[in-house]
């Protein structure tokens, strides 16, 4: 079974610090992995993703997430954070398993800038 | 630009009142996706359509159909809503079904209950 953990629902953050938003995910097989942002009252969208290419995403927006097989984890930063960066972000986890898959998303994390 | 659309934006019905959401998609993508999400928490997938074949998650209540008449379309048909049905519903597309394949969502509608 898949899971994903954020830790922290609520982060606040000054403005033009570092953003970090946890996660932690648990899969049996290969996992993909993707932080989407939802602005309030909008849909999601998609910030960035892992699929085994490269263990180092950029994402729009200026974010990156780095995925740690040893840790399970699959952290979001942002050495700087603007004010536009408020809103919720969600990580999920899926894999192929054909007709099977699922994509599990996180509880969310809740961002915000202060100025 | 290519996207996902949801009407109404904001619908507000009476308790036991059917209602009807609709999605349109000018991705052509495969796969369709309701999903209901309440205050502060994550969307929960009710079921998706690859292509025309429907598939309904295991804990979606009886309560909530759907409809893809074509590509393009879906409708999410809440027969008999209650109180605790009320909540932000979001369509999402994808180009195949899940593993790396991105959710293209829209911005969602958001069912209130009287």
């Known amino acids: 079974a898949q899971s994903v953990t954020q830790l922290g629902s609520h982060v606040s953050v000054s403005e033009g610090a570092l953003v970090l938003l946890r996660c932690n995910y648990s899969?049996?097989?290969?996992?993909?992995l993707f932080w989407y942002v939802q602005y309030p009252n909008q849909g999601l969208q998609l910030l960035l993703k892992?699929?085994?290419?490269?263990?180092l995403v950029k994402g729009i927006n200026g974010f990156e997430a780095e995925f740690k097989k040893s840790e399970t984890s699959f952290h979001l930063t942002k050495p700087s954070a603007h004010m536009s960066d408020a809103a919720e972000y969600f990580c999920?986890?899926?894999?192929?398993?054909?007709?099977?898959?699922?994509?599990?998303f996180g509880s969310g994390t809740r961002l915000s800038i202060r100025p | 630009d290519a996207m996902v659309i949801q009407n109404p934006r904001y619908q507000v019905t009476q308790f036991g009142k059917p209602v009807t959401l609709s999605c349109s998609q000018t991705?052509?993508?495969?796969?369709m996706y309701w999903y209901q999400q309440k205050s502060s928490q994550a969307p929960k997938l009710l079921f998706h359509?690859?292509?025309?074949?429907?598939?309904n998650e295991a804990d979606t209540p009886d309560n909530f159909q759907s409809r893809r008449p074509n590509t393009s379309f879906c409708f999410l048909d809440i027969r008999s809503p209650g109180l605790g049905d009320a909540a932000m519903y979001l369509c999402?597309?994808?180009?195949?079904?899940?593993?790396?394949?991105?959710?293209?969502f829209g911005s969602g509608t958001q069912l209130s209950v009287l």
């Open positions: 999402a597309t994808s180009r195949d079904w899940l593993g790396p394949e991105k959710l293209f």
């Open positions: 899969s049996s097989v290969p996992p993909y």
């Open positions: 892992y699929t085994s290419a490269a263990t």
């Open positions: 999920a986890v899926s894999s192929w398993r054909g007709s099977a898959s699922k994509i599990i």
């Open positions: 991705l052509n993508h495969n796969v």
């Open positions: 359509y690859y292509d025309k074949d429907f598939n």
